[in-house]
Nanobody
């Protein structure tokens, strides 16, 4: 299993960024995005089931972020719109057996930094 997040960078408040997770060996697993800001606990962002048919979002990103996956390309994407400074964090992708229980993940990749300026 390999998970590698990319696409982070600096965005403006109200703007958009798109993160990608290159995910090999996890085709039958849910894919999950987490984030962690300095001095804060890890926060669930979004998850998607194995075939992309069902999604689940954390309250703080609902309506602004969209998760999707393409199993043919072994990738998951997190489209982040209407960014806010509090979205600043390191974002990680992970894989687990149940997209509705995202904290029980089995694998996690390296993170990518997202910084949102006001």
């Amino acid at each position: 299993v390999q998970l590698q997040a990319s696409g982070g960078g600096t965005g403006q408040a109200g703007g958009s960024l798109r993160l990608s997770c290159e995910a090999s060996g996890v085709r039958r697993l849910a894919l999950i995005w987490f984030r962690q800001a300095p001095g804060k606990e890890r926060e669930f962002v979004a998850s998607i089931n194995w075939n992309g048919g069902s999604t689940f979002y954390g309250d703080s990103v609902k309506g602004r972020f969209t998760i999707s996956r393409d199993n043919a390309k072994n990738t998951a994407t997190l489209q982040m719109n209407n960014l806010m400074p509090e979205d600043t964090a390191v974002y990680y992708c992970a894989a687990g057996s149940n997209y509705r229980i995202p904290n029980r993940f089995d694998f996690r990749g390296q993170g990518t930094q997202v910084t949102v300026s006001s």
